[in-house]
């Protein structure tokens, strides 16, 4: 009995000293990759979905931590400006912005600049004037020449109706300057085209809905309107289907700017006879290995060009450049 009772106690020790013992520590976690926030002007778009799928891409070749959030509607400035704001308390390393206001976006930038977060701009510039007044720095932009795509949207209108039209354009938002540089390229390229006059030119801020009122509204006071330059396909669209309504379909040339599916398919169908092409999802691609550059220390352009093209029922094709080849 006593034997019994000594073994047990023995066990007992054991246990206990076991328990009582140095445990084994659980290794911290690995710190979280420094976040990058995208923040486009909607994702509403085709145009800025294909951003955004160029951009994940990127972030998952490079193991980018990649945060996206955008307004509902691209006209939403100062829900950007929410967003922008609410992202720099959360502690984000580099901005990534489409700004929906070219002047609006200033002060939140001059947030960003205050918090030490770097900051790449895309696709749409900031104003000038409004950046200098805000004191800001931005470290990248990445896009297109808005003003050559609109010249080239311009010259191909001039030769598609032989130098002779009734035009009428559906502009951006007053003020942004994407579609304003869209908009002066296109009339210089068509103002020695003695034939082509301009009797209509309004904006129909970006939206397919918007570009359909403003364009039935447009033919009611000018029937004779026979092209159309449309700053961006959403609104181009939106025309299509105006002049679809209106029974006029084949007999009004409508140009448009992006080479959305809908638009190169509304061009295969003869309904729109070109588009300028950008390539969104390279500058989302772009944006994003420039923040992890910057993440790194490493040197980005102060610019850089992402290539534009024309898309036309003859040359529908208009391939992206591989990774790397923005120039």
Not at 36 to 62: C, H, W, Y
Not at 145 to 158: F, S, T
Not at 195 to 224: C, I, Y
Request: with cysteine; proline share 5%; glycine share 8%.
């Amino acid at each position: 009995m006593m034997k019994r009772s000594k073994t047990a106690f023995a066990v007992a020790a054991i246990l206990l000293a076991a328990a009582c013992g140095p445990k084994a520590e659980t290794p911290p976690a690995a710190p979280e990759a420094p976040r990058v926030a995208l923040v486009l002007k909607t994702l509403n778009s085709p145009f800025f979905i294909d951003m955004e799928r160029g951009a994940q891409e990127a972030a998952k070749r490079l193991g980018v931590n990649l945060t996206v959030q955008a307004a509902e509607r691209e006209v939403d400035v100062d829900k950007q400006m929410q967003i922008i704001e609410n992202l720099i308390q959360t502690g984000v390393k580099v901005l990534i912005v489409t700004p929906s206001g070219s002047k609006e976006i200033a002060p939140a930038i001059a947030k960003a600049n205050q918090a030490g977060i770097k900051v790449v701009v895309v696709d749409t510039r900031v104003d000038p004037q409004a950046a200098k007044d805000a004191g800001i720095h931005i470290d990248t932009y990445i896009g297109s020449d808005n003003y050559e795509g609109g010249k080239i949207a311009g010259r191909h209108l001039v030769e598609a109706t032989g130098g002779k039209a009734t035009v009428a354009i559906l502009e951006g938002i007053p003020g942004h300057e994407t579609g304003d540089q869209r908009l002066r390229g296109f009339k210089d390229a068509i103002k020695d085209a003695k034939g082509m006059k301009v009797v209509a030119s309004q904006t129909a801020n970006w939206e397919r809905d918007q570009g359909f009122t403003v364009f039935q509204n447009m033919l009611e006071a000018h029937p004779d309107i026979d092209a159309v330059f449309s700053a961006n396909d959403m609104m181009a669209l939106g025309a299509v289907e105006a002049i679809a309504a209106k029974g006029k379909t084949g007999k009004i040339k409508v140009v448009g700017y992006d080479a959305v599916e809908d638009a190169k398919k509304a061009i295969a169908d003869g309904t729109m006879v070109a588009s300028v092409a950008q390539f969104p999802s390279e500058m989302g691609r772009v944006g994003v290995e420039s923040a992890d550059k910057l993440l790194k220390g490493q040197p980005v352009p102060a610019e850089q060009l992402v290539r534009i093209d024309l898309v036309t029922r003859d040359k529908p094709a208009a391939v992206a450049s591989p990774a790397g080849a923005a120039r």
